[in-house]
């Protein structure tokens, strides 16, 4: 069954070529095209184009695929080309003709636009929602080894004094930003495309504000040609907001593997938490963090993909949009299961608190040796001069006792304020708005 069919057969290897994936990943959006035909014929029937017992026969059948496709009782079929031309034949099956009124004023394009939309911003949110427990994770850990040193490096080298309280909390401060990429990706994809049918609205007298309400968006895309061209916009924001957490995770997961390995020996994980090797019995691989560091590396790659898949594209409905689906809806699960694994893994995080003791790391105090002869008189050059000199003399003595106390710094981390910018860029998301729409559509509690 297709939607746009009239008479005659469809060659089976044009159809192949074109539906390509669209059943397999239309699955994931089964849910949010029901809740999106529900906000749709609501409006409907406050037009005139459903009646009452309509829509009441209607929501009920809807409300009851839902629980359906939520229980796992829910497949394209063979020969039907994606979610949206499934819904309507299960409705028709069911119901009889008035399942063939619901997609009055629609097109398949502003549908699977609002259904991308709902499957994404409910996406976000499980994202968010993961981001937040790393980013508690990595405060915890700051403050808890806040007073133990690592040397930090620059160009490999070892520069200067470091500590845990510092390398973690950094990755959580680097959250806060992602969370506002997050967050804008959020407000991009939380406006209402439904009703601008084939990117050029409808001569039905539409209540797009109705149904904006109905599924809890912030707002409309009211121009109706832009909300068609907001496909491929949105998901490239999207991706841009994921790339930019998958590449603090990216990082972190390359410092792990480095100060984890014996030669820097700075932090290490419990036996049962790495892997070995098939003929040295001595290693334990950080393959958790590899597999992290790869696959952020590749998620960083979606909006170079994307783009390049809409960046010159008319104004309108392209097909070449349809390629988007198939690396965006994965995404998540990617993302996800990364941040998932990888607050798992800091858990059982074990450091080096005698890592500095190491002889090696004995030059890394000249800073500090610097700057007291400055506090106590030296211009800062000779300062240089006579700490560089010691070194090369072999009589370099470091400093028993560091005094770093300005803000973010070792000895003053700031976690309180960085906790702050947290919580504040949290309460711009609308969820509790987005799940009061959802149960009042559905009858029941959701979760968006």
């Known amino acids: 069954m297709k939607l746009w069919q009239k008479e005659g057969e469809i060659n089976k290897e044009i159809e192949r070529f074109t539906v390509g994936k669209d059943r397999e990943l239309d699955l994931l959006l089964a849910k949010h095209d029901i ?6 014929i609501t409006m409907l029937e406050s037009i005139d184009l459903l009646t009452a017992e309509e829509l009441k026969v209607l929501i009920a059948e809807l409300r009851t695929l839902y629980a359906e496709v ?7 079929e063979e020969g039907v080309e994606d979610v949206h031309s499934q819904v309507e034949m299960i409705l028709t ?3 009889g003709d008035v399942g063939k009124k619901i997609h009055s004023g629609r097109s398949r394009n502003d549908q699977v636009l609002v259904d991308l939309k709902l499957f994404t911003r409910t996406e976000l949110r499980e994202v968010v929602e993961l981001v937040l427990p790393l980013f508690n994770e990595l405060q915890k850990l700051s403050e808890q080894y806040k007073d133990v040193m690592i040397p930090g490096y620059t160009h490999y080298q070892v520069a200067m004094p470091s500590s845990f309280g510092l390398w973690f909390g950094a990755y959580a401060e680097s959250l806060v930003d992602d969370m506002h990429t997050l967050l804008a990706a959020f407000r991009i994809t939380n406006k209402n495309p439904l009703g601008s049918a084939a990117g050029y609205g409808s001569s039905f007298p539409l209540n797009r504000t109705m149904t904006t309400e109905l ?5 409309l895309n009211y121009n109706v040609v832009y909300a068609q061209m ?3 916009k949105t998901e490239r924001s999207v991706a841009q907001a994921i790339s930019s957490v998958a590449a603090t995770l990216s990082k972190l997961a390359q410092d792990v593997c480095l100060y984890n390995c014996q030669n820097f020996n700075l932090v290490k994980f419990p036996d049962h938490l790495t892997t070995g090797s098939s003929i040295m019995p001595h290693k334990k691989n950080p393959d958790v963090f590899e597999l992290i560091r790869a696959k952020c590396n590749k998620m960083m790659a979606l909006p170079v993909e994307i783009s390049m898949i809409t960046n010159n594209l008319a104004s309108g409905y392209h097909r070449d ?9 994965p995404v998540f699960e990617e993302i996800k299961s990364c941040l998932f694994i990888a607050k798992y893994m800091l858990e059982n995080i074990i450091v080096n608190d005698q890592a500095v003791k190491d002889e090696k790391y004995k030059y890394m105090f000249s800073v500090d040796v610097v700057n007291n002869l400055v506090i106590n008189g030296t211009t800062f050059r000779d300062a240089y001069k006579q700490v560089g000199l010691d070194i090369e ?9 560091l005094e770093h106390s300005h803000e973010g710094s070792m000895g003053n981390l700031c976690n309180d304020r960085i906790k702050t910018m947290m919580d504040e860029v949290m309460s711009g998301f609308s969820f509790d708005t987005m799940d009061k729409a959802l149960q009042n559509l559905l009858g029941q509690a959701v979760n968006a």
């Open 321 to 329: 949009l349809q390629i988007i689906k198939e690396s965006f809806l």
């Open 93 to 95: 099956e069911r119901l």
């Open 230 to 232: 907001g496909r491929g």
């Open 215 to 219: 599924l809890g968006f912030d707002d």
């Open 393 to 401: 003399a072999g009589n370099f003595k470091a400093l028993e006792n």
């Open 35 to 40: 809740t999106g035909t529900l906000a749709h």
């Open 70 to 76: 939520s229980e796992g009782d829910f497949q394209i």
